[in-house]
């Protein structure tokens, strides 16, 4: 099953990801951390990056695209994949149709009010795992791998509030793409815990016919 996981920053997609890699065979694939792991290593794609991810802007389409169709022409996701962060516009869902077959597009739908508190107050670590400072309780390091946490170059009001707004007006279309195509499923978040939204999103892959590791 491949799957592509919609919704705003800071609405959790690569939260549910992480639940949902380690109960479903499913590979995670999110193109900001690709992003991320090129500017870090300091590559051309990186350098090409930096500039956009930095303003809150999206990344040109043809390096997008380019890196996702790499990335999926491995070995590694032909029992199933998630896509976290792609397509991010109306055009890389075309694209994505031209060279993936999509099974299912998961819409995780947030309270816009929550979100801007959600991603400033965002710790992360090179694992991959996320937490917000209200839970940390001063901690500084990672509960899963004991790396040190920080906050992404990206994740301060300003920026934030220009990807938020590149969000509604480029991603948020999607949500009628993949309707149109009969494989949106939605899932309201609001202010649960992640365990209850990935519960919803476990049951719907259960329900079609995906099973547990
Ligand atoms: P994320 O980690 O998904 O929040 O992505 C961080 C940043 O990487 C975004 O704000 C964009 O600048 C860039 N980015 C990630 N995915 C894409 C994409 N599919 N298309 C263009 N830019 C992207």
């Not at 999110?30 to 350098?47: H, L, M, V």
């Not at 990056?49 to 997008?64: Q, R």
């Not at 001063?138 to 009001?157: F, I, Q, S, W």
Request: with cysteine; net charge positive; hydrophobic share 35%.
């Amino acid at each position: 099953m491949n799957i592509v996981l919609l919704g705003a920053p800071g609405a959790g997609k690569g939260t549910q990801a992480s639940l949902l890699e380690e109960s479903f065979h499913l590979v995670h694939i999110s193109t900001g951390d690709i992003f991320r792991a090129n500017i870090k290593e300091g590559t051309p794609i990186g350098k090409i990056a930096k500039s956009y991810i930095d303003a809150g802007k999206l990344v040109p389409d043809e390096v997008t695209c380019d890196i996702v169709k790499d990335r999926l022409s491995k070995e590694d996701v032909k029992g199933g994949f998630m896509l976290d962060g792609f397509p991010r516009n109306t055009f890389q869902a075309e694209q994505l149709d031209r060279f993936a077959h999509i099974d299912l597009c998961v819409n995780i739908d947030v309270d816009l009010s929550l979100l801007m508190d959600r991603i400033c107050g965002r710790r992360v670590c090179s694992c991959g795992e996320s937490y917000h400072v209200s839970t940390l309780n001063g901690a500084t390091t990672c509960k899963k791998c004991g790396k040190e946490l920080y906050r992404r170059d990206d994740d301060n009001p300003e920026t934030v509030q220009k990807r938020l707004d590149t969000y509604f007006k480029e991603t948020a279309p999607l949500v009628e793409y993949y309707a149109n195509a009969g494989k949106l499923f939605t899932v309201t978040s609001g202010k649960q815990p992640p365990k209850a939204v990935y519960d919803k999103i476990a049951k719907e892959l259960v329900r079609r016919g995906r099973s547990k590791k």
